[in-house]
């Protein structure tokens, strides 16, 4: 008899979910198929608090660091890593944690699965690992730990305290809703504790209580061999009686409040404001499903009513509204209004609901409803289709948590087709009464309000605190501090060698083999016409046409974020006359599943100097896309008053942004680095300094565009892909409606437009160009750059690649350094070679000068020893291969990839030759890229940008100082960009 049976089987659309349970221990295992080359991994536990001392999170970190049967910090990851995986991960949200893997293949993947089963239900949790990985007090009497870290950097900003508002308004008894999972500081420093963490794993670890979720090509007999062994072991542990999670009653709040919130802020020009009702049931898929696309209808485009009230006005009260849902058993419906102005919370609360009134006295837009569902059934449909992993996943860990011994959760989504169709057919009245019960039911109202005096006090009373701290521990206390830390680090750095023993006797794991990729073919015979065509297994049609900006002026290169900003959110010329931009967004619509516009920055390196359309529509659409596209991209109207709103939401949003470390981190290394690219022009400063000086004079700002608008289509250099299936492409894409595009589309005759290193002006700076930016944030956050010209098609790529995963692996070098003795919750080394830089970085940094230290010295000791460990240096193939591979992992993803090796200028093939090449790199070509590429960026030439808080100014400063690094405070950003050049 097989030890483990199907309980329930059930397909939406093509994607099939079957779950088995062990007859032995109430293990679950979920399959979900999924074609192409990576197999994902959801272990997910039901996991509830009743404190803010973050037993769930502390847990979730903790059980990475060894198990009962692989008892050595690392083994996990690195098994990983030979497995072809980039690592492991997790996430702690309030009613679950969830522990993830993603591999090349199932190969890998079976032979991870009972390592990683045996972490999770017999973990060590050592009180070393306790110390080091959670929180403890260093030699310098400073509080630090990763856990502790990643916390600082959250507790005091304006999502969160405005999230631990609305839950303590919401629940009104004492559930596990109501608390931080992830810990609150105080609590990590004082009465959380490695016993309750050991009891919480014993409580809640346990088989009844897991489903392991697999998504991918895999089989499910070779899943059950490889994990009856830990579930034979299973039997043998005393758990005790099970008590599921998520029984006990929950009493949800039940009239209206007002809450004010003060968060640390530097100025006090933008708050947040949230309003939380009660929604539909979890259960009732349909009525989920109806309040979305109210709410959509409501925020979701300039045409909305609610943003039409409070946004798209002369002086706009708000700069963004957005929808947040829980999905518990009574569901929360949160609509968030950010970028509010000073004192304007009660009016935009007021004007918010009498909209809502309007809206409900009026008449809806029914067509404008339909659409949004028809879209919505597309997009699902192609979701499922293309990459369904993650959305089914979800549902899966939902069904866990509230779906019963019967699934209803599972049951009841089944029918999410049908329930679309019938919400398509809805009356004006079926719309009118959701509407009508957010306008009548009581809701939780928080007012997120920035406060420099919040700011001021947070950054006294730390210091007291830890005055008061090194104080009481004195001298003694502080070197016995760094004494146990130090002890804590060699306890879990032991048996380094083991380790390596540990990984060296698993299964060889062979780069490419037995991978299943999907199948694609990139024609490329009418590129001299400025087309190329992808086809994939898709029932849509996907358009990406690409501009270059070489001939562009760094002031029009400026101004992109302005068109982008304006991209179907104007008038246009269209079918012969003049349409308003209500009317385009109807359009947009009806005709388009999805469109987007990227310039600069955007998530596809490749293409950070060219402008980057995309559009998705159904065939059927075809003909009165093609018209529709066309004028979005070249037919604009920029009227002054949809110009004005642009420049209003773009300076609020910019503001809200200098408030986040990392956006300016990374804008002042973009300043000092880059100049005369998209890049340099783009970044938040000088899209600030530009706006602000075209905000009084819009109707020049309107000439810049329209000449802008005429420069990217009609003279310059336009290249578009076309992405469907074959028999969509060979019906609807014949050579004759190819010339029609060709000159519909005015696309070039000229070479692809493509970026190389060379491209941009790079600037070396000299130590008196070193930053300290101070911020409001409660965490470090460093970057550091050097020039390094290793393009993709050079002969040191791989090497230097493969070098920096080595080096920056999951319980690698770096890992060990900085993230194992508690300097920093996150770091990266990486090469960019659309750029031409190497990259340092460490983030959510309680030392940041000590993180950069341990950095440094661990590259000069790689230099010194001449010696890398060859274990680590496979499971760095393992993990490098992984990332390239899943670029594939979806038929649209493979086609993006190709049309983004295009770009580069490689061949189609460039991928598959690196995965060949990584498994010929030698231990002496990584150790001279080390040398060669990797020593200067510690050097005194390389650019370094510090962002901390006030508190720690003076002590960075002088870290620095003592290691020769001259650092120049900046205390306000705005003046340091002015002082570059633009005054």
């Given at each position: ?244 999670p998520w029984t006990k009653e929950v009493q949800l709040f039940d009239t209206y409040s007002s809450t004010d919130v003060l968060f640390p802020a530097k100025n006090e020009d933008n708050g947040r404001m949230s309003m939380t009702w009660k929604g539909p049931l979890l259960s ?7 309040h979305s696309v109210l709410w959509n209808y409501m925020i979701s485009t300039s045409a909305a009513p609610l943003v039409k009230s409070l946004i798209d006005i002369p002086e706009p009260l708000c700069s963004s509204i957005s929808l947040s849902s829980e999905d518990y058993p ?333 956006k300016v981190l990374s804008a002042i290394n973009t300043v000092t680095r880059f100049s005369g690219s998209c890049k340099s022009s783009r970044n938040l400063f000088s899209e600030l300094w530009l706006l602000e000086s075209f905000k009084n004079d819009i109707p020049s700002l ?282």
């Open positions: 008899m097989n030890r483990f049976r199907q309980i329930f089987q059930c397909k939406i659309k093509s994607r099939t979910i079957t779950k088995y349970r062990s007859t032995k221990t109430g293990l679950t295992i979920s399959h979900i198929d999924v074609p192409g080359p990576i197999v994902k991994g959801y272990f997910a536990l039901a996991t509830e608090e009743t404190s803010h001392d973050g037993l769930p999170h502390t847990l979730e970190h903790l059980i990475f660091l060894g198990s009962k049967l692989y008892p050595y910090k690392g083994v996990l990851d690195l098994a990983a890593n030979h497995c072809l995986a980039q690592g492991t991960n997790a996430w702690t949200s309030i009613d679950h944690t969830c522990y993830t893997v993603e591999t090349a293949g199932s190969e890998g993947f079976l032979v991870l699965l009972p390592i990683y089963l045996d972490h999770i239900f017999f973990p060590t949790l050592s009180d070393q690992a306790f110390k080091t990985e959670v929180h403890h007090i260093n030699g310098s009497g400073d509080d630090a730990g990763v856990v502790y870290c990643e916390m600082q950097a959250r507790e005091n900003n304006s999502e969160s305290r405005e999230e631990h508002a609305i839950q303590e308004a919401v629940f009104l008894n004492e559930c596990g809703y109501k608390w931080e999972t992830g810990g609150m500081m105080e609590n990590l420093r004082t009465s959380c504790s490695n016993e309750k963490v050991r009891a919480y794993h014993k409580k809640f670890y346990r088989p009844e209580n897991l489903d392991v979720i697999i998504c991918g090509d895999i089989s499910v007999d070779k899943v059950f061999d490889a994990v009856i062994p830990i579930d034979d072991r299973i039997l043998q542990a005393d758990y005790g009686p099970y008590e599921k009732d898929v349909k009525m989920v499903e109806a009574v569901t929360l419906v949160t609509v968030i209004f950010k970028g509010v102005k000073p004192g304007k919370h009660s009016e935009i609360r007021k004007i918010a609901m009498e909209t809502m009134q309007e809206t409900h006295r009026g008449n809806l837009d029914m067509i404008r409803l339909k659409n949004q569902i028809k879209n919505n059934i597309s997009n699902f449909s192609d979701k499922l289709e293309n990459d369904p992993s993650e959305i089914l996943a979800e549902l899966v860990i939902s069904d866990q948590l509230y779906g019963g011994e019967n699934h209803s959760e599972l049951i009841t989504f089944v029918n999410i087709f049908k329930f679309l169709d019938e919400l398509r057919e809805c009356s004006e009245s079926f719309w009118k009464n959701i509407l009508l019960y957010y306008i009548e039911e009581p809701n939780v109202t928080v007012n997120s309000i920035p406060s420099v005096q919040c700011m001021d006090d947070l950054e006294s009373n730390e210091k007291e605190r830890i005055s008061k701290q090194k104080a009481a521990l004195g001298p003694e206390g502080l070197a016995n501090c760094e004494k146990i830390i130090n002890e804590c680090i060699e306890f879990n750095e032991k048996d380094i060698d083991k380790v390596e023993d540990m990984i060296d006797e698993l299964p060889p794991i062979k780069i490419g083999d037995a991978i299943s990729f999907h199948p694609i073919f990139t024609n490329m015979e009418r590129v001299k016409d400025g087309i190329i065509t992808h086809e994939i297994e898709s029932d849509f049609v996907r358009f990406y046409l690409t501009f270059d900006t070489d001939h562009l002026s760094e002031e029009d290169k400026a101004l992109l974020g302005v068109y982008a900003k304006l991209f179907c959110d104007t008038a246009l010329h269209h079918g012969g006359k003049e349409i308003s931009y209500e009317d385009a967004i109807k359009l947009k619509e009806e005709l388009l599943l999805s469109s987007n516009i990227f310039v600069s920055g955007s998530e596809v390196e490749s293409f950070t100097e060219i402008v980057l359309m995309f559009f998705k529509f159904s065939v059927e659409d075809l003909e009165n896309c093609k018209d529709f596209t066309k004028n979005l991209i070249c037919n604009k109207i920029f009227t002054e008053d949809r110009v004005t709103t642009a420049v209003n939401k773009m300076i609020s949003a910019i503001s809200v942004s200098l408030r986040k470390a990392k309107v000439k810049k565009l329209e000449r802008l608008q005429n420069s990217l289509f009609y003279e310059n250099k336009i290249l578009l892909h076309i992405i469907s299936s074959k028999s969509i492409l060979e019906q609807h894409f014949n050579a004759k409606e190819l010339d029609f595009l060709k000159n519909h589309y005015h696309l070039s005759k000229a070479n692809i437009p493509s970026r190389l290193p060379s491209y941009f002006k790079r600037q070396n700076c000299d130590p008196s160009q070193l930053l300290n930016v101070v911020t409001t944030d409660e965490s470090s956050y460093l970057v550091l750059s050097h020039s390094m010209d290793v393009p993709y098609d050079h002969p040191d790529y791989v090497s230097v690649a493969l070098f920096a995963e080595y080096v920056g692996q999951l319980e690698g070098p770096l890992w060990k350094q900085i993230r194992g003795q508690g300097f920093a919750y996150s770091f990266d080394l990486y090469n960019g070679p659309a750029s031409g830089f190497l990259v340092f970085y460490l983030g959510r940094a309680t030392n940041v000068s000590k993180g950069y230290i341990a950095a440094k010295d661990t590259i000069e000791n790689i230099i010194q020893e001449n010696e890398l460990e060859d274990t680590q240096i496979e499971t760095a193939k393992g993990a490098l291969a992984c990332g390239i591979i899943q670029k594939y992992e979806t038929p649209s993803g493979s086609a993006i990839t190709n049309i983004i090796n295009i770009h580069r200028d490689l061949p189609l093939n460039h991928d598959m030759n690196v995965l060949t090449k990584i498994a010929q790199v030698s231990e002496s070509e990584l150790l001279e890229a080390c040398k060669k590429y990797f020593r200067p960026i510690f050097g005194n030439n390389a650019n370094l940008v510090v962002c901390c808080p006030a508190n720690k100014k003076d002590e960075i400063t002088n870290d620095f100082a003592s290691l020769g690094l001259s650092i120049n405070v900046i205390e306000d950003v705005k003046k340091y960009f002015q002082h570059l050049g633009h005054n």
